[in-house]
C-alpha cells in the first residue's frame, strides 16, 4: 500500500535544546534505513526547515509503525493511505455509477 506522510519537527523546547536534539536526529538519519519492506519514492523537506514529506510503499503496518516511532521523539506526523489516480479515477467512475442508480 502507498502512503503520503507528512511531519512536521516538534516544538516548546528552548533553542538550545533543539540544537541539541537536531544534532541527535541528524546522528540517527546517517545511521538509519527504511524497513526492508519499505520503499520511500520520495522524501522531501519544506524549504521553511518545519517538516517534511515522503511518498512511500509498504505491505506491513509493523514495519510502517516501527520506522515511524524511531523518528517520533523529533517529529509529528500525519499518514494518508493514498491510491495513484490511473486506479483511483475508474473506482470514482464505479462509485458514481453506484449513486446514479440511487437517485
Request: aromatic share 10%; proline share 5%; hydrophobic share 45%.
Amino acid at each position: 500500500m502507498k502512503f503520503v506522510l507528512s511531519y512536521t519537527t516538534r516544538s516548546g523546547a528552548s533553542a538550545a535544546d533543539n540544537a541539541d536534539s537536531a544534532e541527535a536526529a541528524i546522528k540517527l538519519l546517517s545511521n538509519w534505513a527504511p524497513s526492508p519492506g519499505t520503499t520511500i519514492h520520495q522524501w522531501v523537506a519544506r524549504c521553511d526547515a518545519g517538516g517534511g514529506f515522503s511518498v512511500l510503499e509498504t505491505d506491513n503496518a509493523a514495519d510502517l509503525y516501527r520506522d515511524l516511532a524511531s523518528w517520533s521523539p523529533w517529529l509529528d506526523f500525519q499518514l494518508h493511505p493514498v491510491l495513484d489516480i490511473q486506479q483511483s479515477a475508474p473506482l470514482s467512475h464505479e462509485a458514481a455509477s453506484v449513486f446514479r442508480t440511487v437517485l
